[in-house]
């Protein structure tokens, strides 16, 4: 995520009025500053790292602040909202259960996670068939790796213990799933390198020679690591990365699929972003044409409360035995209502179509913005409703975190909420609307963002020769 703070001066910007975008004060809102300056004097610097803007209420793909302006959401809050914000469904079902008289019952079973666990195991392919309740998305990432170790030393004795994954990668903030993390400046607090966790490259990235993106390029840079197959317990990947919406080339998958299987190793699939309905499918995998053994999931399971889960199959997941293997808020009778409202909107209001079919219409769109700016904007990945356009340098290759900060802070001015810069050295602007997103609302956020990048790509390419004039 960010490493840059948004300012807290208030700056004069040209009004905004469309049917989704109004903005009619100075941003951040004058009246707004104490309020977010309370909060970086009580919160970490790290929490600095999204637009100063102060949310008062958000509903399907919008969200407004307290005087009078309204952002066409493109984040659903890190990828959350994929119902939509606000969706009365889940309101209602939230308020259901907050108004009976069970908030809270730890492991004990409750009826709401009884529903939910039934259908989500329902949901999932075969042999996806057993599901394990957390709050975050890290939570899962860490029971994932503590399952398959748990499975490699059993199938293959304790020199059965390494977990694989790909540079670039993200799993979340906690030591094993950032021991997992392929991102070095992430790491840096963790001092010493661990035996059981290394990262190969990842051959979805588009930087990479071909040669480098085969299944042989995968086992040739494990065995250069000295890691032989017999050693591998796990391997966990992104369904597309996060940091770039970028996928893994489907044959690449398939053989992976196959190696784990061939080799006892449990293939996990972090779906943390990519599930319920992200990349115009249900669970974001489908587009490789395999199944993993486990999958985590978070963020988009209830488009509000804090909720995620690990699926996977029986014999993994009864590994533990009886209360080995838990979490005090495992299954929280609100947030399980919620979710189980969350995943019937997804299936009856079939938006998982939804976001295959406007997203088809947002790669076209932002291909136009990015054919505009060719040497500017390397590329544009991802699919259904979650891309990444990557911004670069001058020189063409070298990612360019200033004028994804600034095209950042441009949409927001203009009314199109967009998090912080994210990926390699921050020069990644990441697009991620509610899959209820409608295509006018689709089409009013890409001019949006094609004004951003006109303005900030001709704003840097004046400021150059003036800085070269002023040497
Ligand atoms: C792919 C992936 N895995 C895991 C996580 C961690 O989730 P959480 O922040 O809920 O712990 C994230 C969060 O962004 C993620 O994108």
Same mark, same amino acid.
């Given at each position: 995520m960010a490493s840059r703070t948004f300012s807290l001066t208030p700056k004069p910007v040209k009004p905004t009025q469309t049917k989704f975008r109004t903005i009619k004060t100075a941003i951040p809102v004058p009246e707004s500053v104490p309020i977010l300056e309370s909060l970086r004097k009580s919160e970490?610097?790290?929490?600095? *790292?999204?637009?100063?803007i102060l949310w008062d209420s958000a509903q399907g793909c919008l969200v407004k602040d307290r005087w009078g302006n309204q952002w066409l959401d493109w984040s659903s809050g890190v990828l959350v909202a994929n119902a939509g914000h606000g969706r009365k469904e889940i309101v209602d079902a939230i308020v259901k259960q907050a108004t009976s008289p069970l908030l809270h019952n730890y492991c004990f079973p409750n009826e709401s996670r009884a529903e939910l666990a039934k259908y989500l195991t329902q949901l999932? +392919?075969?042999?996806?068939k057993k599901v394990f309740l957390l709050t975050t998305g890290a939570e899962t990432t860490e029971c994932a790796i503590k399952l398959a170790k748990t499975h490699g030393v059993k199938a293959g004795?304790?020199?059965?213990?390494v977990i694989v994954s790909f540079e670039?990668? !993200?799993? *979340?903030?906690t030591l094993a799933s950032q021991l997992a993390g392929g991102i070095p400046g992430l790491k840096t607090w963790i001092t010493r390198e661990h035996p059981d966790f290394v990262q190969v490259p !990842?051959?979805?990235?588009?930087? /990479? +020679?071909?040669?480098?993106?085969t299944f042989q390029a995968f086992t040739d840079a494990l065995a250069a690591k000295? #890691?032989?197959?017999?050693?591998?317990?796990g391997v966990i990947v992104e369904s597309?990365?996060?940091?770039?919406?970028a996928f893994l080339p489907v044959e690449f998958a398939q053989a992976l699929r196959k190696w784990c299987t061939d080799n006892k190793t449990v293939l996990i699939f972090d779906?943390?972003?990519?599930?319920?309905?992200?990349?115009?499918? /249900? %669970?974001? %995998?489908?587009h490789y044409g395999v199944v993993p053994d486990l999958t985590c999931c978070g963020?988009? #399971?209830?488009?509000?409360l804090p909720i995620s889960c690990v699926l996977g199959k029986p014999e993994i997941m009864d590994l533990?035995? +009886?209360?080995e293997m838990t979490s005090?808020?495992?299954?929280?009778p609100i947030c399980s209502a919620a979710a189980l409202a969350n995943l019937k909107v997804i299936v009856n209001e079939k938006l998982v179509a939804n976001a295959a079919a406007r997203g088809e219409e947002m790669f076209a769109g932002l291909e136009k913005i990015r054919a505009k700016h060719p040497s500017r904007l390397a590329c544009v990945k991802g699919k259904g409703l979650v891309a990444g356009v990557h911004c670069v340098q001058a020189n063409g290759a070298d990612p360019d975190a200033d004028l994804a900060f600034r095209v950042v802070e441009r949409c927001i001015e203009k009314g199109l909420l967009l998090f912080g810069p994210v990926g390699f050295k921050g020069g990644t602007v990441k697009i991620c609307p +509610? /899959?209820? #997103?409608s295509k006018e609302e689709l089409a009013d956020g890409l001019q949006a963002m094609g004004e951003a990048f006109d303005e900030i790509v001709a704003e840097i390419e004046k400021e150059v020769p003036a800085a070269a004039a002023a040497r």
């Open positions: 970490p610097l790290s929490m600095t *790292g999204q637009p100063a999932a +392919p075969e042999p996806l004795g304790k020199g059965k213990d670039h990668g !993200f799993h *979340g903030r !990842f051959p979805g990235d588009w930087r /990479l +020679p071909a040669a480098k993106t000295g #890691i032989s197959a017999a050693q591998v317990a597309y990365q996060g940091g770039s919406a779906e943390v972003q990519a599930g319920f309905g992200r990349c115009g499918t /249900l %669970f974001g %995998f489908e963020k988009g #399971i209830s488009s509000s533990y035995g +009886p209360g005090t808020h495992t299954g929280n +509610p /899959l209820v #997103i």
